[in-house]
């Protein structure tokens, strides 16, 4: 396989025992045979929860099934190629594919960001910043009443940016959690909702956040 070296996997418990970093970088993800009513592949947004040199925890809208491929790009570590090792509700573990000195050039990353995301110093003064949830996983609700899981990339007071399986067209009414919105703009991981009207930005993680459906 080109020099790769792959990792024998282990389930989320073994996982959460083994040495790994803490730490939540965004990025995306793409299965091999998922494609929108265009014929073009989806992509959706995730980002990490804990990271090792040979394995992650993703959070993420479609969690897929145990042993699918994926592809996967997050903009501080660079792509991915790997296959979900084990599963929970709203994120999955993916086993990285890698070789030798693309896991020790990973390994030297991981030590930096971590030591970055200790820095308190670090902080974005924009008066309207986009705030990343404490939980990403939310809920849709459209105007006929039905409720589909989402996927927090990012919010504000006056609107977030959504990924998820469901792709409403831009002009869609809904609510994200308890906020009322409408779809704006088509993104590539999905879609961007305003408010009808400004939020708390004190409050957006209760208004926003909403406990996904057991699966």
Same mark, same amino acid.
């Given at each position: 396989?080109?020099g790769?070296? *792959?990792?024998?996997?282990?389930?989320?418990?073994?996982?959460?025992?083994?040495? /790994?970093?803490?730490?939540?970088?965004?990025?995306?993800?793409v299965?091999?045979?998922?494609?929108?009513?265009?014929?073009? *592949?989806? +992509?959706?947004?995730?980002? +990490? +929860?804990?990271?090792?040199p040979?394995?992650?925890?993703?959070?993420?809208?479609?969690?897929?099934?145990? $042993?699918?491929?994926?592809?996967?790009?997050?903009?501080?570590?660079?792509?991915?190629? $790997?296959?979900?090792?084990?599963?929970?509700?709203?994120?999955?573990?993916?086993?990285?594919?890698?070789?030798?000195?693309?896991?020790?050039? %990973?390994?030297?990353?991981?030590?930096?960001?971590?030591?970055?995301?200790?820095?308190?110093?670090?902080?974005?003064?924009?008066?309207?910043?986009?705030?990343?949830?404490?939980?990403?996983?939310?809920?849709?609700?459209?105007?006929?009443?039905?409720?589909?899981?989402? %996927? *927090?990339?990012?919010?504000?007071?006056? $609107?977030?940016?959504?990924? /998820?399986?469901?792709?409403?067209?831009?002009?869609?009414? *809904?609510?994200?959690?308890?906020?009322?919105?409408?779809?704006?703009?088509?993104?590539?991981?999905?879609?961007?909702?305003?408010?009808? @009207?400004?939020?708390?930005?004190?409050?957006?993680?209760?208004?926003?956040?909403?406990?996904?459906p057991? @699966?």
């Amino acid at each position: 396989m080109g020099g790769e070296t *792959l990792t024998a996997a282990v389930s989320v418990d073994k996982f959460l025992k083994q040495r /790994a970093v803490s730490i939540i970088v965004r990025g995306n993800y793409v299965f091999p045979n998922w494609y929108d009513h265009r014929g073009k *592949l989806r +992509t959706f947004a995730c980002r +990490t +929860t804990r990271v090792s040199p040979f394995r992650m925890m993703v959070e993420v809208p479609v969690v897929g099934k145990k $042993g699918d491929r994926l592809t996967s790009y997050f903009p501080d570590f660079g792509k991915f190629e $790997g296959h979900i090792s084990d599963i929970r509700t709203g994120e999955f573990l993916l086993e990285l594919e890698m070789t030798r000195s693309m896991r020790e050039r %990973f390994a030297s990353k991981l030590t930096w960001l971590e030591q970055r995301q200790k820095n308190p110093a670090i902080r974005d003064g924009r008066k309207d910043a986009r705030i990343i949830p404490v939980s990403p996983h939310s809920t849709l609700t459209l105007a006929d009443g039905s409720v589909h899981p989402c %996927f *927090l990339i990012d919010m504000s007071a006056s $609107g977030a940016a959504i990924s /998820a399986e469901l792709q409403p067209p831009v002009g869609t009414p *809904l609510a994200v959690g308890a906020c009322i919105g409408r779809v704006v703009r088509l993104l590539p991981e999905g879609f961007a909702v305003r408010f009808v @009207s400004m939020q708390n930005r004190q409050e957006l993680d209760r208004l926003l956040c909403r406990s996904r459906p057991k @699966s």
